[in-house]
């Protein structure tokens, strides 16, 4: 946190002395303009106005970005621990997004503080384009995690990605690639930055409610069936909780509130932008418009940082990787547990209680250990433990059971603090 806000101070230094460079001079009584032309509407280039949307887009957008690196260096440290689950790397895919939007959004901002005029020609369309591109693959990445969530939570379906979620994202930037094609003739020069041209027939803006429209539905279709889901599975729990249920079930369904929790965070940053399209369509195009629209755009990062933070934690604590050393682990909580149930129980390893949780890494380049049989049943939410089975047997090549197929090829001792409830695990040998 000390080297996020060591960042965050020297970004917004950097800002302050480009506003002393470049910014109004104090001896300028009228503001000098220019006139910015489309194809049936003109405005003319306020240097003060433009120098409040710029000053404003560049603040928002440096502190966007200090958020995001936090969060990639985050998530980078926590993926050379380990493999990096589902609600730990959407974060990551967002983060190097805002990252890209970062580079391409700001030099509007830049140029024109600099040079008291747009970018223009191919250069602005190029830009336009980019950024336009880059708000297609934000949404659509948005609906295809939902529609993952649910695919897996409701329909009970897990889909292969691949290696790095790659065929995720083939389709995703096709996709984008051929949905933004329609809208190359409207991009160019707006009021204060390079994105569409004003126009009574925009085919950018048309194309872009459409994708909104279209994504946004099947996130909310996505979200609320999964988070119905999630609830019924909730309640049904706390009917049968004596029963033997699925703890690891039970840790995804966190892990899944982790996810929606990211999702609607970026529905709500993309609906803070129709009042900006509606008004350019509409001819209605004040400077709060283009505020709104700025600070919407650099919101991003901001708010995954807070849900990271929140989720995560401030430290990345216990993130050694401990795929690899199944046996010592075993071998040390045997011995724990043997030293623990002779001295309760006057040397009898049938039935113990032990406040502890046996934690043992799953590794699928070697998922055969030898070992005796475990049975761990530990409650985390109070102080009664329930009781760990441990039965002497024969030593023989084991498997451990209850881990389900993934792309994550190991756990960490950090997973454990997702399970705020309870925690199950099972070998059998």
Request: glycine share 4%.
């Amino acid at each position: 946190m000390h080297l996020f806000s060591s960042i965050t101070r020297i970004s917004l230094l950097a800002v302050q002395i480009i506003l002393l460079l470049f910014s109004i001079k104090p001896n300028v009584v009228i503001a000098q303009t220019q006139v910015v032309v489309t194809f049936n509407r003109q405005y003319e280039f306020d240097d003060y106005q433009n120098d409040i949307v710029a000053v404003i887009a560049i603040t928002f957008g440096n502190i966007n970005l200090c958020a995001c690196l936090y969060v990639l260096y985050s998530a980078f440290i926590r993926w050379r621990a380990s493999s990096l689950s589902l609600s730990t790397r959407i974060p990551l895919y967002f983060g190097i997004l805002e990252v890209c939007q970062y580079i391409v959004f700001m030099p509007n901002f830049i140029y024109s503080l600099i040079n008291n005029q747009l970018i223009s020609g191919l250069c602005c369309k190029s830009i336009a384009y980019l950024l336009f591109l880059q708000i297609t693959i934000n949404m659509i990445l948005m609906a295809s995690i939902a529609m993952t969530t649910y695919l897996r939570i409701v329909k009970g379906k897990n889909i292969y990605l691949g290696t790095y979620d790659w065929k995720l994202f083939v389709f995703i930037f096709l996709s984008s690639i051929i949905v933004t094609i329609p809208s190359i003739q409207a991009l160019g020069p707006s009021r204060f930055w390079c994105m569409t041209m004003s126009r009574e027939i925009n085919e950018l803006l048309i194309d872009g409610f459409t994708i909104f429209c279209v994504t946004f539905t099947i996130t909310c279709f996505c979200y609320f069936q999964t988070l119905s889901t999630i609830f019924n599975i909730d309640r049904d729990g706390m009917t049968d909780c004596k029963e033997r249920m699925d703890r690891w079930n039970r840790l995804e369904r966190k892990a899944t509130r982790k996810i929606l929790l990211y999702i609607v965070s970026f529905m709500i940053r993309w609906l803070l932008l129709i009042p900006y399209g509606v008004g350019v369509m509409s001819g209605y195009d004040y400077i709060w418009m283009h505020i709104t629209a700025v600070v919407a755009f650099n919101m991003g990062g901001i708010t995954m940082l807070i849900l990271y933070l929140m989720n995560e934690g401030l430290k990345d604590r216990n993130l050694r990787p401990i795929s690899g050393q199944i046996h010592t682990t075993i071998t040390s909580k045997m011995e724990h547990l043997s030293a623990f149930s002779a001295s309760a129980l006057n040397g009898s390893p049938k039935s113990i209680t032990v406040p502890m949780a046996v934690f043992i890494p799953y590794n699928s380049n070697n998922p055969t250990f030898n070992c005796d049989s475990i049975y761990v049943m530990n409650s985390l939410d109070n102080d009664n433990y329930d009781g760990i089975h441990y039965e002497k047997q024969q030593q023989h090549n084991g498997v451990m059971q209850n881990k389900s197929p993934s792309d994550d090829d190991s756990f960490t001792q950090t997973d454990i603090s997702d399970i705020e409830d309870e925690l199950y695990l099972s070998l059998r040998c």
